[in-house]
């Protein structure tokens, strides 16, 4: 029998508002705390040399660090935090990260290592976290449609 992907995600295409309030928890309860502290240690990390320009090494030092330690800790969180208050176990946990994590640590190395030069170079440390909560906003609606599609991919591979 064929899965039908599409005849499933129209199914889903219906506002769903716990989707909504699960990324508002998310979002006010796992990433706003991590994220205060993150950006504040951020501003910490300095460039172990000192080469000149500082301020160009001292930014690639706080990109590094956020790109290969916080990105590869950090998507998973998401999904397992989802995923978690979706209803589903560690065995569906598991599941949908062998499904969704390396696509989407890829897709992260494509969008968040220039913005965040930028971030580091140009915004003041007060408003860093803003920054990145305005660019989330679209990045979080593809984490949640990744979430979604990966949903139907496990529930069907349960079957």
Not at 45 to 63: C, G, N
Not at 70 to 99: D, H, N, Q
Request: charged letters at 20%.
């Amino acid at each position: 029998m064929q899965y039908d992907l599409e005849g499933e995600l129209e199914r889903r295409a219906e506002y769903d508002y716990l989707r909504t309030i699960r990324a508002v928890i998310y979002g006010g309860l796992v990433f706003a705390p991590i994220g205060n502290k993150l950006y504040k240690f951020m501003d910490t990390i300095k460039f172990p040399l000192s080469w000149q320009p500082k301020r160009l090494y001292d930014t690639m030092a706080r990109v590094s660090f956020d790109q290969l330690v916080w990105a590869p800790v950090g998507i998973p969180l998401y999904y397992t935090s989802i995923t978690f208050m979706e209803g589903y176990g560690i065995p569906e946990i598991k599941a949908k990260l062998r499904e969704v994590y390396l696509d989407t640590l890829i897709n992260n190395w494509k969008v968040w290592p220039l913005f965040q030069a930028f971030n580091f170079w140009f915004t003041p440390v007060r408003y860093r976290l803003l920054a990145v909560n305005i660019i989330s906003i679209v990045w979080n609606c593809y984490l949640s449609i990744k979430n979604q599609l990966s949903n139907a991919k496990v529930e069907h591979s349960e079957d």
